[in-house]
């Protein structure tokens, strides 16, 4: 079996001439096609430099690999080939090159990504509106069944999500009072309008901030863990096991959250609006002098009673809706950690952009009352 070689020569114009004899395949033991590659380089380097493979007795794709490597992954017309050999750099040709994708511009991409974001959506407004009807049926079930409410359930979403949150809402409460009332205290000092900071802080904290500040807080501290609670079942099968048993999963673990936060979130409103307003009574005496017992005696006469009643029912709505968004996206988790961490985020930024949509619809409903 003859070994792969190669033999030189030159024309009158001083051009080469390689003519290569042999077996250029790994048939022959004693191929070197690094070798080779090595002695042919010269060769390579030089573009009118004529080959002759008609010679050659077998190429396979070792050898062929190393000449078409030399001369730059094509063939042109200083190369002479049998028609076999022709199909196979051809062959190594395709393989090396990637296929080239048309670059087309897609008109039609941003309709279909609004198009998947729209329905994503409505996916999402489906599942929720199937959640939200699933409680009601549980609730009608409750009313014909009192003894299977899960009292210990409700009564420990009440504890976590209220009793718990009460320091973190107190401090936060009082630090904005205090900053919103030193604010308004400098500007209503210029003008001599001191006494107006009682109407602004008493109006803007009852009816707005205080829903809105427990909401956001509630969201991002109760709401997260709800989720992340919820998710944690799904992981570890725990919500497949209750429905194994027979047991509704909207009773022992939607209901319990739903409720407990929708009848905690107007005492935690109370409570936050009552700090807020502390803060704002002692900015107040800081920078205006303002007795904190003129402040509050001051209040009830500006500020009309029927706002604490707009802000109650404003805390009973905005619990229902993070503690029902939470349980949503706790739901729809899958059983791994990923999607634990993006339910979790997207339930917190749904609840609070939620609460701040039910806000500004609720106000423009009640725009006349108590104003």
């Keep these: 079996m003859a070994a792969?070689?190669?033999?030189?020569?030159?024309?009158?114009?001083?051009?080469?001439?390689?003519?290569?004899?042999?077996q250029w395949s790994l048939r022959a033991p004693s191929n070197d096609f690094a070798k080779l590659k090595k002695s042919l380089q010269p060769l390579f380097a030089d573009t009118f430099t004529k080959w002759d493979l008609l010679a050659v007795e077998q190429l396979d794709a070792a050898g062929a690999s190393t000449l078409l490597s030399g001369w730059?992954?094509?063939?042109?017309?200083?190369?002479?080939?049998?028609?076999e050999h022709t199909a196979l750099f051809n062959t190594l040709i395709g393989l090396a090159k990637p296929p080239t994708k048309k670059t087309e511009c897609d008109w039609f991409a941003p309709f279909v990504g609004i198009g998947k974001g729209v329905l994503h959506i409505l996916h999402h407004f489906i599942e929720f509106t199937r959640l939200l009807f699933s409680l009601l049926i549980e609730i009608a079930y409750l009313f014909r069944h009192p003894q299977d409410f899960p009292w210990r359930e409700f009564s420990a979403n009440v504890f976590k999500s209220g009793v718990?949150?009460?320091?973190?809402?107190?401090?936060?409460?009082?630090?904005?009072?205090?900053?919103?009332?030193?604010?308004?205290?400098?500007?209503?000092?210029?003008?001599g309008a001191d006494i107006y900071i009682v109407n602004i802080l008493g109006l803007s904290i009852i009816r707005e901030l205080g829903p809105v500040l427990m909401a956001v807080l509630v969201a991002g501290r109760s709401g997260s863990a709800m989720t992340a609670q919820?998710?944690?079942?799904?992981?570890?099968?725990?919500i497949d096991a209750l429905t194994t048993m027979g047991i509704s999963r909207i009773l022992r673990i939607v209901l319990p959250k739903v409720l407990g936060l929708t009848f905690v979130a107007p005492l935690l409103?109370?409570?936050?609006?009552?700090?807020?307003?502390?803060?704002?009574?002692f900015a107040s005496n800081m920078e205006l002098g303002i007795s904190f017992r003129f402040f509050f005696d001051y209040l009830p006469l500006?500020?009309?009673?029927?706002?604490?009643t707009l802000s109650l029912i404003k805390g009973l709505m905005f619990g229902f809706v993070v503690a029902l968004v939470a349980c949503h996206f706790g739901l729809r988790i899958k059983p791994n950690t990923e999607s634990l961490s993006n339910s979790t985020t997207s339930s917190v930024v749904t609840a609070i952009s939620g609460v701040i949509l039910v806000n500004a619809g609720f106000a423009i409903l009640t725009r006349g009352i108590g104003v």
């Design 4 to 22: 792969a070689s190669f033999y030189v020569a030159q024309d009158d114009q001083g051009r080469h001439h390689v003519q290569l004899f042999g």
């Design 72 to 83: 730059g992954n094509k063939l042109d017309d200083n190369i002479s080939l049998r028609p």
């Design 164 to 191: 718990n949150a009460l320091p973190v809402t107190a401090l936060l409460g009082f630090m904005i009072g205090v900053v919103m009332g030193y604010l308004m205290s400098k500007q209503l000092h210029t003008f």
């Design 230 to 238: 919820i998710g944690v079942m799904r992981v570890t099968d725990e």
């Design 269 to 281: 409103v109370l409570w936050t609006s009552g700090w807020t307003l502390a803060g704002g009574a």
């Design 302 to 308: 500006v500020v009309e009673p029927i706002n604490l």
